[in-house]
């Protein structure tokens, strides 16, 4: 005569089944994490591809990675980094430098108007970017601050301010970090911090001078691996 399964063995195989998903779970959200930094990578790669076309043809680097759509990118997508929960439509996700986001100005959390004048030079059909854009043309928050603070001299703003316009943008930063702090091989012109918000991961960067990808801290000038 057949016997069926007592509360007893139910409970059992249910705890050891429980006991194995609590096991696997976190593996599988890993490797897809890993994933999702693989596409990242392959976003960058053909970022940079199109940096360098863009530059070969007017010697200089983009005003915003959305002007390269459609003539160098052939979509967005690439701007879209698949662990940002919001798809690139709150831009990069650091609300201190609302000013490395190619996304329309009043879509950025915490930024209020008025606008600086430098977005109206993105691409507007392009409303999601994921990942921060180290060479934009508006103010460079964290420069400014140092400068403001005492950390920057008037020597520093003097030789990175090259426009002579009073203020020093993004690009102006970073090409005077180069410059001035040996950094040129590691300085990134597009970084996703996605990965470090949401899973603890590297941040993921694009390098200015020769495109590769490299992983760093947030603070990537004495960090990068």
């Given at each position: 005569m057949k016997r069926g399964f007592t509360l007893v063995e139910l409970l059992v195989v249910i705890a050891i089944i429980s006991m194995l998903a609590g096991q696997i779970m976190p593996s599988l959200s890993t490797a897809r994490e890993k994933g999702?930094?693989?596409?990242?990578?392959?976003?960058?790669?053909?970022?940079g591809l199109a940096i360098e076309m863009y530059y070969q043809d007017y010697d200089d680097y983009p005003t915003w990675l959305s002007i390269m759509v459609p003539s160098y990118l052939g979509t967005d997508k690439v701007f879209i980094c698949l662990?940002?929960?919001?798809?690139?439509?709150?831009?990069?996700?650091?609300t201190l430098f609302p000013?490395?986001?190619?996304?329309?100005?009043?879509q950025i959390p915490g930024y209020t108007p008025p606008y600086e004048p430098e977005f109206a030079y993105r691409n507007p059909n392009v409303t999601a970017c994921s990942?921060?854009?180290e060479f934009s043309p508006?103010?460079?928050?964290?420069f400014m601050q140092g400068y403001a603070s005492g950390t920057y001299t008037d020597t520093d703003l003097n030789m990175?301010?090259?426009?002579?316009?009073?203020?020093?943008s993004w690009k102006e930063a970073k090409m005077w970090q180069a410059s001035t702090q040996g950094l040129s091989d590691t300085l990134p012109i597009v970084r996703c911090f996605w990965h470090y918000y949401n899973y603890g991961q590297k941040v993921l960067n694009l390098a200015y001078k020769d495109y590769h990808v490299f992983t760093s801290r947030p603070y990537w000038e004495n960090s990068s691996d």
């Open positions: 999702r930094q693989a596409n990242c990578i392959n976003n960058f790669h053909q970022i662990t940002d929960r919001y798809r690139g439509v709150s831009g990069h996700g650091n000013g490395a986001n190619d996304i329309p100005p009043n990942y921060s854009y508006c103010r460079c928050e964290w990175a301010d090259t426009n002579r316009d009073g203020t020093v």
